[in-house]
């Protein structure tokens, strides 16, 4: 077996719209090509000893061992393998369910499809799968450790992977809200929402955290003397730099027991706590001040109590924990070293950040902590005797937290909240040190120790004991009121043919809303006039980058069959999905070799369109229009004929439509016809002799009313959208050259110049076509291609492109000729195969009054070209 290549789809796809995060793996099964599993002999008996847990897979049986029934009853390897992958991630600990695997029109050759949670985990689920096969294949078994190994690096890869657990918590809240996420490249700063609507998250800082209300948390001196001028109550304390002056700040916060802190420490690092004598404090004074950046010192006098976070968003208390640190409690049998390693055992205790709670570490500091105790590892506790590893409370350090918000005082919920305002933080996370939370800090003397600028959510969400609280819903309410939206309306475009013109066009029209609009085509990223990014920008990565942009208020996205095939869709939904034609091109590649896979492929976009969106489909295609069946949301047709059955049924029904009538391109909307403007009207519709065009704008008009822009506003776009080189290069640009007419167009593909030919066909004088095709497409293709010009043109010369893709050169060229003389042996073509010098020869010999129709490789260089024979206007540019 061998692993030709392996995709990773990030967003709705060919395969699954809901299941967006997908492996493809084009996998040939060389030898195992011709063999089932019940013809390899002790496959079935060694798949169920090294992994028997896949008796949980049902598969296409339906019932409980059903996978394991089609092993023994004989089916395909690649069909085994994607169950494997599931299995190996499931074991994993990253739950999957979605698999695939369908054959391709090479033998042998499969795409094995499978879910995944991380990326790099689900890759190498597939690999691994693949080794796991094989070696039970070869072998009959696949070692016990080698698998012990992968799950070992499968769950490396997800845990390095995943957001951390705060942020998860916030994304994962925004998920059941719909607001879409994207990770940004940089700082693991999450965007949430899209364009104009977004909000930023860093961990727990927000786009609404103030950098000095964060920076003033940081300090904690600042913090406390801000604090005590509001009449807060906080530690007694003064701040030193040298090591003579400790005795009078000792004197000063009123003699032992003391705390002494660095001025700018985080995580516990460098504190003494209840210190009772000055040997210690000398001691405890160059642990501080070695973890000073500035070398300062806090001495405070030591509360009583124990440590509380109460947390504040967006100005209310959101939760409180009490954390407790690092302990043990004796069984009267056990040491304390033994009791370390059974509370290590606990399945919610992992390292660093990567669970729910931290392993407790022996380390010098919980020696220090111990002996302060009387203990040390070999001490046998008595049953219930409790020893302390830590003198802080850090969850990170192995610390436990208990929830207290339904017990915290109402005065202290006050002080609370009036702490978070005078520092200034949207999410503030106050460490409050009291002997109970129940009563009144004054009443307890219990003093705010620190404010925490992005504070963690772990002991909120997942307290060792006490309810879970759901503090990520504040966080979203902050960022997004209700009723405030989180999305930019997205218009999406696909099809065969009139992709970017039509993405043009509507752009063209959302831009007289005054509003800002981004939008991606084959020629780049614009965001209003201006271009963002030159090239093919029809993926995932050009629509991310108008998602992404903070000015941007509509989207308009055209969205190829390449960037569908290769990565998803960047948006897992859309409020106007156009999809305009499906026709032959592009065929044989990415193991799409049908037309009615193609349409699967373009079917997407019309599938995402949220609930309360638009489809708008072409009734004129029976491709197109069938994927009405699969939309969500609303559908609106668009036709050239006023007769066409489905809009006609659509109508009764109450639906929506544009259609051409009488020489207009109008809206039906129930009973009424609201008429556009007159096709003549239109510039790019070339004074409505070129059909193709007029079917494009309808769609564009109806994309535009559906998502509610006024008919007077459509009316003015489509009014002033020109064919010209300058705003649409390569699409119909039509040349007077006063003794004639010259049209460079970009149609590539049959149904391009079948559309070009409508125009063409409207045409009184001679026409002569210089024509080629692209070396990729099929044979049939290339002859079609001869055929079709045979029937459009007077006259013909041949050319090919600079890059035949492949092909031989001279190739492309007999293939059309060979469709020319079996559509039209009278025709004489000739044959001139470099593209300037047909085109000049074409020019100079046409008639008066006649047509030169090129369909150019490099559009730019025809251009140039044809400005040169002295163009008195370039039609209504
Ligand atoms: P973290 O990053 O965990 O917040 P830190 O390094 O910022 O820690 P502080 O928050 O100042 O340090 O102190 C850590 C803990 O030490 C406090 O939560 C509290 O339990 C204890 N503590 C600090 N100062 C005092 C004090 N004056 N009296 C009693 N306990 C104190
Ligand atoms: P690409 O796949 O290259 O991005 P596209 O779908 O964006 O193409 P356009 O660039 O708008 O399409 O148009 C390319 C050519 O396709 C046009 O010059 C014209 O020849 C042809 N074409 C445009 N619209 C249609 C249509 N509705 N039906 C058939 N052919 C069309
Ligand atoms: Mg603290
Ligand atoms: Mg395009």
């Not at 496959?43 to 598969?59: A, M």
């Not at 499931?90 to 695997?101: I, K």
């Not at 291609?785 to 031989?808: P, W, Y």
């Not at 047909?838 to 490099?858: D, H, M, Q, R, Y």
Request: glycine share 10%; with cysteine.
């Amino acid at each position: 077996m061998k692993i030709l290549r392996t995709q990773t789809l990030r967003g709705p796809n060919y395969w699954s719209i809901r299941r967006d995060k997908l492996i493809v793996m084009r996998l040939d099964l060389e030898d195992l090509a011709e063999k089932p599993s019940n013809e390899i002999p002790g496959f079935y008996e060694g798949l169920i000893d090294v992994l028997p847990s896949l008796v949980e897979h049902y598969c296409s049986p339906g019932y409980r061992g059903g996978f394991f029934e089609r092993v023994r009853t004989g089916t395909y390897m690649g069909h085994i393998i994607e169950h494997i992958a599931l299995e190996l991630q499931e074991l994993a600990g990253t739950p999957v369910g979605f698999g695939r695997t369908r054959s391709t029109s090479t033998p042998g050759v499969y795409n094995v499809v499978f879910e995944y949670v991380d990326e790099q985990a689900g890759r190498y689920a597939g690999r691994a799968a693949v080794r796991l096969c094989q070696s039970i294949v070869d072998t009959g078994t696949y070692p016990k450790q080698e698998l012990a190994q992968d799950l070992a690096d499968l769950r490396d890869l997800c845990n390095n992977a995943s957001l951390g657990p705060s942020t998860e918590t916030i994304v994962k809240e925004a998920q059941a809200r719909n607001i879409p996420w994207l990770l940004l490249s940089a700082r693991a700063m999450v965007q949430l929402g899209y364009g104009v609507h977004q909000k930023r998250i860093q961990a727990t800082l927000s786009s609404f955290s103030g950098i000095l209300a964060v920076e003033l948390a940081c300090d904690k001196e600042g913090t406390k003397t801000i604090l005590k001028d509001g009449g807060i109550p906080v530690p007694r304390g003064t701040v030193i730099q040298y090591l003579d002056e400790l005795s009078a700040a000792i004197e000063e916060v009123g003699g032992f027991p003391i705390v002494i802190k660095p001025l700018d420490g985080n995580h516990g690092r460098g504190i003494s706590i209840d210190v009772k004598t000055q040997q210690e404090a000398e001691e405890a004074y160059d642990l501080a001040s070695a973890a000073s950046k500035t070398r300062s010192v806090i001495v405070e006098r030591y509360y009583k109590g124990s440590d509380h976070r109460i947390l504040v968003i967006n100005g209310k208390v959101a939760a409180v924990a009490e954390r407790i640190p690092a302990h043990v409690v004796g069984d009267g049998r056990s040491t304390v070293e033994e009791l370390i390693e059974i509370t290590n055992q606990d399945p919610n205790r992992g390292d660093g950040h990567a669970n729910v709670l931290t392993k407790i570490t022996i380390d010098k500091t919980s020696l220090n902590v111990l002996e302060k105790q009387g203990h040390e590892l070999t001490s046998i506790l008595a049953h219930g005797e409790i020893a302390y590893l830590r003198a802080t409370a850090n969850l990170s350090t192995g610390g436990i937290a208990v929830d207290r918000t339904d017990e915290i005082h109402p005065e202290n919920v006050w002080i609370a909240q009036r702490v978070a305002k005078l520092i200034g933080l949207d999410i503030a996370g106050i460490d409050v040190v009291t002997e109970d939370i129940r009563k009144p800090l004054r009443e307890v003397d219990g003093v705010i120790v620190e404010v925490n600028a992005a504070p963690g959510f772990r002991m909120h969400v997942a307290p060792s004991r006490g309810l879970p609280r759901n503090i990520a819903a504040p966080v979203i309410d902050m960022l997004f009121p209700p009723g405030t939206p989180s999305r930019v309306p997205i218009l999406a475009i696909t099809g065969t043919n009139g992709k970017t013109t039509t993405s043009r066009l509507i752009s063209h029209i959302c831009r007289q809303t005054g509003k800002v609009v981004g939008f991606t085509t084959t020629d780049g990223v614009y965001i209003d006039d201006y271009l963002v990014e030159k090239g093919d920008n029809t993926g995932p990565y050009s629509a991310s980058m108008i998602l992404k942009d903070p000015t941007v208020e509509i989207a308009v996205l055209e969205t190829a069959r390449g960037g569908i095939l290769r990565s998803g869709l960047a948006f897992n939904q859309c409020d106007v999905g156009v999809v305009l034609n499906v026709a032959a091109d592009h065929l044989g590649i990415g193991d799409i070799d049908t037309i009615e896979q193609m349409a699967k492929v373009k079917s997407v976009v019309a599938e995402v369109v949220s609930a309360e969106g638009y489809a708008v489909l072409n009734a004129d295609d029976p491709l197109t229009a069938s994927m009405a069946e699969k939309v969500k949301g609303r559908v609106a047709y668009f036709s050239m004929s006023p007769d066409n059955p489905i809009i006609h049924d659509h109508i009764r029904r109450g639906g929506m439509a544009a259609i051409y009538e009488n020489g207009y391109l109008s809206i039906l909307e129930g009973e009424w016809t609201l008429r556009i403007e007159e096709a003549v009207n239109i510039p790019v519709t070339m004074q409505g002799m070129a059909p193709f065009m007029i079917a494009n704008a309808l769609a564009a008009c109806l994309a535009t009313f559906v998502q509610g822009i006024d008919i007077e506003l459509i009316r003015q776009g489509v009014r002033t959208f020109k064919p010209s080189v300058a705003q649409t290069p390569g699409r119909m640009n039509l040349f007077d050259l006063g003794h004639h007419h010259a049209l460079i167009d970009y149609a590539h593909n049959p149904a391009g110049y079948e559309a070009v030919g409508g125009f063409v066909g409207n045409w009184s004088g001679e026409k002569v076509g210089v024509v080629g095709g692209p070396g990729d497409r099929r044979d049939d293709d290339l002859i079609l291609l001869g055929k079709l010009s045979a029937q459009m043109f007077d006259r013909i010369i041949v050319k090919e492109d600079n890059d035949t893709r492949g092909r031989r050169r001279g190739e492309v060229a007999d293939l059309i000729l060979r469709g020319i003389s079996q559509e039209n042996a009278s025709l004489r073509p000739e044959v001139i195969l470099d593209e300037t010098e047909a085109l000049e020869k074409a020019l100079s010999t046409v008639s008066e009054g006649g047509l030169v129709v090129i369909f150019p490789e490099s559009v730019t260089q025809a251009i140039d070209l044809i400005e040169k024979h002295r163009p008195l206007t370039d039609n209504q540019g």
